[in-house]
C-alpha cells in the first residue's frame, strides 16, 4: 500500500477578521486559554505526516510579538488577499517541499483524521481537499423573500487543510488572475483534477463572535472522559558567590553577588525545567545537560526550558499552569516578577494568566536565611493533548 507523502503546511493568517469583533484579528484571540492561532499550529505540529510549518503574517503583525513562538513555525509577510498570501507561502517553500497543506488559521479544530485522509489522497492525485455534502434545501431570495430553489446534488462545503503538489499548485497561483475563492479554484482553473476527501462538521471556521463559544464547546467534548493530567515539581539551590547581579527566571536582577552555577544559575528556570521533567518522568536537567559538557558553562538556562516544553509537547502534552516560588531573603524579588513570568511566558508559549512567579523569605533561618544562596520550588501541570 503506498504511503501518504510528507507535507509542510501552510498556515494563511494574514487576514484582518473584522467580523469576528474584538480588538485583535481573530487568530490572535483567545480560545481555550490559547490564541486561536496556537491551536490550528499545534494540530499540523503534532501530525507525524508534517515536517514544516510555515505562518503568513499580514505584514503589520511580522514584527510584534502577537504569533506564538511555539509551536515553531517558518514566518513569512503576506499580502493584501489571501491568493497573494498563499502565493508568498509557496515561494518561501519552493523546491524545499514535494507537497503542501494550505489551510486557514481560523480552522483551530482541525482533526489529525481529516489531515491524514488529505494526504493519503495526494498518493495519486496531484490535490485534495475535504469537504461536506451539502444536506439543507437551498433557495435563493430578495428583498426578505425567496425567489427561488436550487438542487443542492453534486454540492459541496468546501474545508481546509487544501493539498497539493508544490510546484503545481505554484505554477496555478503565478497563472491565475482574479481573486479565488480558495486555492481549489486556483488549482481548477489550472486544469488540475482535485480529489475530494471527507470533512468534518467540527471543522468550523471562526467567522463571528458566536464562533469562539461554539469552538470553545467543541473543543471541550473532544477532550477524553479521563484526561492525562500529570503533576511535577522542581526544587533547585544556587550558592552566592562573585558578582554584581544574578539572573532569575531569564530577567537579570542587580544585586551584590552573583549566582555560582554551571550554567548561568538560573534558580528559577532550572526549577520550572525538573518540574516538567519530572511531570514526564523524564529525569532531571543533569540527565538532558550534564554540567560536566563544557558545551553548558554559561549557558542561557532558557534553552534547557525550551527542551523540556519542547519534549512535553512531543509526548502529547500542553503545558496547564505553572507555579514557582522563590525564596530568599534578597534581592527582592516584587519589583521584576511581572518581567519574570512575561520572559517564562515568552519561553514556553504559556499564557502570562497560567504562570505565578512570587517569593517568600525563611524568616532568617537556614542558608536562605544568612543570605547564602537561593532556593526555588515549582509545581507545574501537564495536561495530555
Not at 490550528?40 to 503589520?60: E, K, M, N, W
Not at 494526504?119 to 430578495?142: K, M, N
Not at 522542581?234 to 551584590?256: E, I, K, Q, W
Amino acid at each position: 500500500m503506498p504511503v501518504p507523502p510528507t507535507a509542510t503546511a501552510i498556515i494563511v493568517a494574514a487576514g484582518r477578521g473584522l467580523r469576528a469583533g474584538g480588538d485583535v484579528p481573530k487568530q490572535w484571540q483567545p480560545l481555550g486559554g490559547r490564541t486561536v492561532a496556537w491551536h490550528t499550529l499545534r494540530a499540523f505540529d503534532s501530525h507525524q505526516g508534517i515536517d514544516r510549518l510555515v505562518l503568513v503574517l499580514h505584514p503589520d503583525d511580522v514584527d510584534t510579538d502577537l504569533w506564538p513562538s511555539e509551536p515553531p513555525a517558518d514566518v513569512v509577510a503576506g499580502g493584501a488577499t489571501r491568493a497573494v498570501s498563499v502565493r508568498a507561502g509557496l515561494e518561501a517553500v519552493e523546491g524545499q517541499a514535494t507537497h503542501v497543506l494550505i489551510h486557514d488559521v481560523a480552522r483551530p479544530l482541525v482533526s489529525h483524521a481529516v489531515i491524514d485522509r488529505v494526504l493519503a489522497a495526494l498518493v495519486d492525485a496531484p490535490a485534495a481537499a475535504p469537504a461536506l455534502t451539502v444536506t439543507d434545501a437551498l433557495w435563493t431570495g430578495a428583498d426578505g423573500f425567496v425567489t427561488g430553489t436550487r438542487d443542492r446534488s453534486g454540492l459541496f462545503r468546501a474545508q481546509t487543510p487544501q493539498g497539493f503538489e508544490t510546484v503545481a499548485i505554484l505554477a496555478a497561483h503565478r497563472a491565475y488572475r482574479g481573486d479565488p475563492a480558495d486555492d481549489v479554484e486556483v488549482a481548477m482553473a489550472a486544469d488540475l483534477p482535485v480529489r475530494i476527501v471527507p470533512g468534518e462538521a467540527n471543522n468550523l471556521k471562526i467567522t463571528g463572535p458566536d464562533d469562539f463559544a461554539r469552538a470553545e464547546k467543541l473543543m471541550k467534548a473532544r477532550m477524553p472522559d479521563t484526561p492525562d493530567i500529570r503533576v511535577g515539581n522542581g526544587f533547585d539551590v544556587h550558592r552566592f558567590g562573585p558578582g554584581d547581579g544574578v539572573v532569575l527566571c531569564g530577567v537579570r536582577v542587580p544585586h551584590t553577588r552573583g549566582l555560582q552555577g554551571h550554567s548561568d544559575a538560573d534558580v528559577g528556570l532550572h526549577t520550572l525545567t525538573d518540574a516538567i521533567y519530572g511531570a514526564l518522568a523524564m529525569g532531571d536537567i543533569g540527565r538532558h545537560f550534564p554540567p560536566s559538557d563544557p558545551r553548558w558553562k554559561g549557558a542561557d538556562s532558557a534553552i534547557f526550558l525550551e527542551h523540556a516544553v519542547t519534549l512535553s509537547t512531543d509526548m502529547g502534552f500542553c503545558i496547564s499552569n505553572m507555579d514557582l516560588t522563590l525564596i530568599c531573603e534578597s534581592p527582592k524579588i516584587g519589583p521584576h516578577a511581572r518581567s519574570m513570568t512575561s520572559r517564562v511566558a515568552d519561553i514556553t508559549g504559556v499564557a502570562e494568566d497560567r504562570i505565578s512567579i512570587k517569593a517568600t523569605t525563611s524568616e532568617r533561618l537556614g542558608f536562605t536565611g544568612r543570605e547564602e544562596g537561593i532556593a526555588a520550588l515549582a509545581t507545574v501541570t501537564l495536561v495530555g493533548s
